[in-house]
């Protein structure tokens, strides 16, 4: 049965993943805090992301460019005057809507008379300078494309680079919505993972439907249930005016089918746009057909905390177990924030403790490990299942003669027993994803 949103919010709560921002003081909207485990979950998943997309590929390059930007970026871009969503306000109980959300003409809370739709504009503005004027407005950055674009001629000069090729990016991003919610899906601070993939016009088709699926794959590669998952094209209504093609990448959220990632063809747009507000040349220099033209630019561009979430999600499981309920998440290894447990049985034999500790240290040098002994093994197994750790190891009195460990596996519950110095591979090999 699908996991309803509040059990996840209380598990991220319990067990240290999401965390309320200033609770202390009654919390501030939208905004969450990544804990012990949640910030090696999300560390783990944005790791994914770029060691496929980047380091794993010979046509990429990494950036990691401002947050604050010239202003005139965001003029050119198109979001001073456009990056809006249509507002509307219920006159009865005061309540804000996107219209775009709300179906028919009345409150969806109350059914009292909303206003007329008003554009509002989602750029968070701060000043620049202690001088609090117009001429010192920057932006803080509603998306990490525009430093891709604007670093383009750069990383093309400086890394030699032909067409098709891509620059990565994953930082952080601030979008002032309207209505956030949904945990972390919609927040007004989030991460994103971007990538502007650089391609000759004529071949623009072709990558786009390359990043298509291979996008949509990324996620099931890392155990995301195929059923949850689905691409959605745009229709043409939906399309901005400048992009040729769009699909999403959508996941089978609590609320339902909700987008995970979008894939665009952007065309030559906002080279073009820049090229123009700056005065700057961005073509390329094609030298076997001796043409100057602007790359067309496929964009891949995901959300960090999204797919943090996303993944969670499908993790949850519960099930029984030897006539026990368990919670378990069934995190790929790779992406568990905890690779393995150590417990020693006997925590009063100094023998045992001294090994456990040992092997502790050791372990701790390669992967996140964790160690305990504060209760039964029954109830440490639950912990680490309900955090997704996928091993955990049992040492007893047996291990001091046959330096041998006991290994369980998170999601079978079996348990083989292994020699102590092959417990690091062993763990290892799990972790790496083809
Ligand atoms: P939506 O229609 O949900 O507002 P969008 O189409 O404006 O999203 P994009 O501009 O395509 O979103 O942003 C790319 C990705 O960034 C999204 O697929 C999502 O994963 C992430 N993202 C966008 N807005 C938010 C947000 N407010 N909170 C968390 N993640 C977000």
Not at 164 to 189: D, H, L, S, V
Request: glycine share 6%; proline share 4%.
């Amino acid at each position: 049965m699908a996991v309803d949103m509040d059990t996840i919010v209380s598990l991220c709560k319990r067990r240290g993943f999401i965390f309320q921002s200033s609770e202390i003081y009654g919390g501030i909207g939208s905004t969450w805090d990544y804990g012990p485990l949640g910030v090696e979950l999300k560390n783990n998943v944005k790791r994914a992301w770029w060691r496929d997309n980047v380091y794993a590929r010979d046509d990429m390059e990494g950036l990691d460019a401002a947050i604050l930007m010239h202003p005139k970026v965001w003029e050119a871009s198109g979001h001073v005057s456009s990056f809006t969503d249509p507002l509307v306000d219920c006159k009865s109980c005061k309540r804000r809507f996107r219209a775009d959300h709300v179906e028919g003409t009345r409150c969806p809370e109350c059914g009292g008379e909303l206003t007329e739709a008003r554009q509002f504009n989602l750029m968070f503005k701060t000043f620049m300078g202690p001088v609090e004027e117009d001429a010192a407005v920057v932006y803080l950055r509603p998306e990490t494309a525009q430093g891709i674009f604007v670093n383009f001629a750069n990383v093309l000069e400086s890394r030699r680079r032909k067409l098709p090729f891509g620059i990565a990016q994953i930082g952080k991003t601030f979008r002032n919505e309207i209505t956030p919610g949904n945990f972390t899906f919609r927040t007004r601070e989030f991460e994103q993972m971007e990538i502007e993939y650089f391609v000759e016009p004529q071949r623009a088709d072709e990558a786009f439907e390359y990043w298509v699926k291979a996008r949509h794959d990324w996620y099931l590669r890392y155990g995301m249930r195929p059923d949850n998952l689905r691409l959605r094209q745009h229709g043409h209504d939906e399309l901005a005016h400048y992009a040729k093609g769009c699909y999403d990448v959508e996941y089978l959220f609590p609320m339902g089918w909700s987008e995970l990632e979008g894939i665009a063809n952007r065309g030559d747009y906002d080279l073009q746009a820049h090229a123009t507000a700056s005065g700057r040349s961005l073509t390329y220099f094609d030298d076997k057909t001796r043409q100057h033209y602007l790359p067309y630019v496929i964009e891949p561009s995901a959300g960090a905390d999204r797919a943090t979430l996303a993944f969670l999600i499908d993790a949850y499981c519960t099930e029984e177990v030897r006539d026990r309920q368990r919670v378990v998440l069934r995190l790929h290894p790779a992406l568990a924030p905890i690779k393995v447990a150590i417990l020693p049985l006997l925590r009063n034999r100094a023998d045992v403790v001294e090994t456990a500790r040992k092997l502790y240290a050791d372990l701790r040098r390669h992967f996140p490990t964790d160690y305990n002994d504060t209760g039964a093994i029954g109830r440490l197994y639950a912990r680490q299942d309900e955090v997704g750790t996928p091993y955990c190891v049992t040492i007893d009195v047996q291990t001091l003669s046959d330096q041998q460990v006991t290994i369980r596996d998170r999601d079978t519950t079996e348990q083989v027993r292994l020699a102590l110095d092959q417990v690091r591979a062993y763990v290892q090999d799990k972790l790496t994803v083809d």
